[in-house]
């Protein structure tokens, strides 16, 4: 099936760092989108890209659509203890009514 | 607000005995999806409605059932829970309008003993 591969694994970083994480596939996407997921909870849709070469930004998120459409990144900027959870990309192929999910970033930060 | 709503957020049930996790949505989405997720790992597709069409994954097994009686709710029936379906159980809903962004309820966390 199509997998994407999301990097890195874990993060550990002080508060206030910059933070980047990316997602990568050999297949082409018509949708990017990235979900955030604290513990006991659902996953929370943080930014949602549709272009080839977007960059969008939400607060201190900031996520790019690759060129290619085979990848995404998002960087979350000056870091904070709520920044915390798991962070999922999310793919949707041309014609398909489902997603593909990275393995997710779990980001941990040192206060 | 709209949301998606999972009821109850914690379930035990034993070791075959038949149980039924609900999903609701005020959103008013066409599609509705259902997903296991295990410890740390991705959230995996079960099925998903669109509208009242049911599409099954391949590697879903028979033990998973679904119902959905109207727009508003879904169901997801685990006929005969083993030890290994414990996992947290979520609903989400979609727009098939090209962007295919989904809204995911809180989740339930199922506990088989």
């Known amino acids: 099936g199509q997998q994407l591969n999301q990097s890195p694994q874990s993060m550990f970083i002080q508060e206030g760092e910059d933070v980047s994480m990316n997602c990568t596939s050999s297949?082409?996407?018509?949708?990017w989108l990235w979900y955030k997921q604290d513990p006991g909870e659902g996953p929370v849709l943080l930014i949602a890209l549709y272009k080839a070469g977007e960059l969008t930004s939400n607060g201190r998120l900031t996520a790019q659509f690759g060129i290619t459409r085979k990848d995404s990144f998002l960087n979350i900027s000056a870091s904070i203890p709520s920044d915390v959870g798991i962070y999922f990309c999310a793919g949707q192929l041309q014609g398909a009514q489902k997603l593909v999910f990275g393995q997710g970033t779990r980001l941990t930060i040192n206060p | 607000d709209a949301m998606v709503i999972q009821n109850p957020r914690y379930q035990v049930t034993q070791f075959g005995k038949p149980v039924t996790l609900s999903c609701s949505q005020t959103?008013?989405?066409?599609?509705m999806y259902w997903y296991q997720q295990k410890s740390s790992q991705a959230p995996k597709l079960l099925f998903h409605?669109?509208?009242?069409?049911?599409?099954n994954e391949a590697d879903t097994p028979d033990n998973f059932q679904s119902r959905r009686p109207n727009t508003s709710f879904c169901f997801l029936d685990i006929r005969s829970p083993g030890l290994g379906d414990a996992a947290m159980y979520l609903c989400?809903?979609?727009?098939?309008?090209?962007?295919?962004?989904?809204?995911f309820g809180p989740g339930t966390r199922l506990t088989v003993t």
């Open positions: 959103l008013n989405h066409n599609v």
């Open positions: 297949s082409i996407f018509n949708t």
């Open positions: 989400a809903t979609s727009i098939p309008s090209g962007t295919y962004e989904q809204y």
């Open positions: 409605y669109y509208d009242k069409d049911f599409n």
